[in-house]
């Protein structure tokens, strides 16, 4: 690497990159097709951002790069780290559910360096001539896999025939078991292998076992034997998805659910629900499994067990993280036929007429303003500790998005501090103050 990215590094609060980030580093801009493998969690996106952005020229009138990624939040996240690492290039999120009006408009009036979207809204826009890519030198397939799993084969097979000038091809993938699709013209990549079948490291994985075919009771003994903690339950399908989340809340277990199946708004709701706390346990299909920047889960439920080995590994990759310790739970009914992929786990003995899990200890302040109206993270932490009166301990995540902002603050607190802020203005604007419920 040419540039020094210690300032970058800085900038996140990251002190040292991992082997297999040094690693991509390293091969990335010597290479003109990488395929990384490495799971769930590992940091896959800085591993390939670090080096695009040495690639990127400065004044550039064209997209120099494309970002492929099969699901919203997976786009919207990639674009939260390319904002963090302070580059000076410009990124732009694209996705199904966005104003194709707005991206239209931005898109045509100012291309930004690095475009990051969904298959199908990028065709939208090559289609509606938004964009050309005719002279964009990089491609990346991010979680690849999942996007020709999800059925995007035809919508990636176009774009990349709209990139004859892409020389620069790089694909991520958080299992091996998958092939390069033919289109991307990949004759020998330089493979970056960090997928190790081996248990991941700090995880515990038990058994617990249902008399009932349903296995909601079951589910609920559990969840009060654990008590506290942040759980993510995995379901197949999105009906059972629903069907869970109605079932513990009419038990009076706090929930949020989770799948493809909602509409954007209520998805990104519950995602930043769950991160911040007010919210300790989730309810969603493999969705989830991937991808998501969810930090510090307590414990992984396999409600249903998924078809393959793969998913059931990465469903696990959600806790146990960074060195972190996690448990995961397979629920299975008496008579149930194990999958070969199962190994031999501990019978976990659930307490049974324990309380339910106690009320999560954060709670959730809508604020509607947000990016396009200059509203920063920095500007929401001080209004929020000025005029609503918190302590720095009272008050979590904070969360900017577009056109509105999230912020957690003790439960506790948070009807007070919402009296004090009613008729307040964030930045001299008047705006809405509400509890996300």
């Not at 993938?173 to 990949?186: G, K, L, N, R, Y």
Request: charged share 25%.
């Amino acid at each position: 690497m040419s540039k020094d990215i210690s300032p970058i590094l800085e900038r996140m609060g990251i002190t040292a990159l991992n082997e297999m980030q040094k690693e991509a580093l390293s091969v990335i801009p010597q290479e003109p097709e990488t395929l990384i493998l490495s799971p769930t969690g590992s940091g896959k996106t800085l591993a390939y951002l670090l080096p695009v952005v040495e690639m990127l020229q400065p004044d550039c009138k064209h997209i120099q790069a494309v970002v492929i990624v099969p699901a919203r939040e997976l786009a919207l996240q990639i674009a939260q780290v390319f904002q963090q690492m302070g580059s000076g290039f410009r990124a732009f999120c694209s996705y199904g559910g966005h104003p194709f009006d707005k991206e239209h408009r931005s898109l045509t009036e100012a291309p930004p360096d690095v475009l990051i979207g969904t298959p199908g809204r990028i065709v939208d826009h090559i289609e509606n001539k938004s964009i050309d890519l005719k002279q964009t030198k990089t491609i990346i397939l991010d979680e690849f896999d999942k996007s020709l799993e999800f059925g995007f084969s035809e919508e990636m097979k176009f774009i990349a025939e709209s990139m004859p000038s892409a020389k620069k091809k790089i694909l991520l993938s958080a299992t091996e078991a998958v092939e390069i699709p033919d289109f991307m013209h990949i004759t020998a990549p330089k493979r970056i292998d960090f997928l190790k079948n081996e248990p991941v490291k700090g995880l515990t994985l038990k058994e617990v076992v249902s008399v009932e075919k349903d296995k909601l009771p079951a589910l609920r003994e559990l969840l009060c034997h654990l008590g506290k903690g942040k759980s993510i339950i995995f379901a197949n399908f999105r009906e059972s998805a629903d069907r869970i989340a109605n079932y513990l809340r009419e038990q009076g277990i706090e929930c949020m659910c989770f799948h493809g199946g909602m509409d954007q708004p209520d998805r990104e709701k519950a995602i930043c629900l769950f991160r911040n706390g007010s919210v300790n346990c989730l309810i969603s299909t493999d969705l989830a499994a991937r991808g998501l920047d969810i930090p510090e889960v307590d414990y992984i439920i396999h409600y249903h067990l998924p078809s393959t080995g793969d998913v059931f590994t990465h469903r696990n990759g959600r806790t146990a993280r960074m060195n972190a310790s996690g448990q995961a739970f397979v629920i299975l009914y008496i008579n149930e036929i194990r999958p070969s992929y199962l190994p031999k786990m501990l019978k976990e003995k659930v307490q049974e007429g324990c309380p339910i899990p106690p009320p999560a200890a954060w709670a959730t302040i809508y604020i509607g303003k947000g990016k396009r109206d200059k509203i920063s993270k920095g500007d929401v932490v001080g209004f929020l500790l000025q005029k609503g009166g918190l302590e720095k301990d009272e008050l979590g995540i904070v969360e900017v998005k577009e056109r509105y902002a999230m912020a957690a603050v003790k439960a506790e607190k948070a009807n007070a501090m919402l009296k004090k802020i009613g008729n307040e203005k964030i930045k001299g604007v008047k705006t809405i103050f509400e509890l996300v419920k």
